[in-house]
């Protein structure tokens, strides 16, 4: 088994679990803007991973042109996000539903993907989504009187989070793993 993984991170959350992959299984972590300089060709398991915004994944489109390119390989997704693992309270429905918008499991059916919890740090955002979460936040403020869930998303969230585990990666590397035996 050869693999590499490929990570596309704002805050650095996605990256951190990049690099623990990689570290595990023994191979490089390539930031998604240094994709080019790898030739693909040189691995047979390409891991992906990136962080959900506004309802898409950073860097899907580049994916799904490489598994299309590369029917050969293994490939192996993961996102990140500000939402609690299942384990943790969290909806295995809303996460599968959030991946299923960028890969729909019609158009790709054999990709395993996996959900790990990110965090949040609004002073690592660019100009236009703090902008944008100022406005979420405003609708979270209105909800979180009536949805003690919402109320503790919105003040995890304003109050800045890191909820990245290393124990989150175990699946993924069990799967990475299965295969190569």
Known sequence: ??????????????ERYARWIAEDIGCDAIAYKNRNAVDLADFDTVIFGSWFHAASIPGAKWFERQIAAHPEKRFVLFAT?????????GSSAEIEEAVRRTFPEAEYPDLPWFYMRGGFSMDKLGALDRTMMKVFFSRTEKLAGSDPGIAVMDREMKAGFDGTERAFIAPLLDCVRGAGE
């Open 1 to 14: 088994m050869k693999p590499v993984v490929i990570y596309c991170s704002q805050t650095g959350h996605t």
């Open 81 to 89: 996000g500000a939402s609690p693992m299942p384990e943790q309270g």
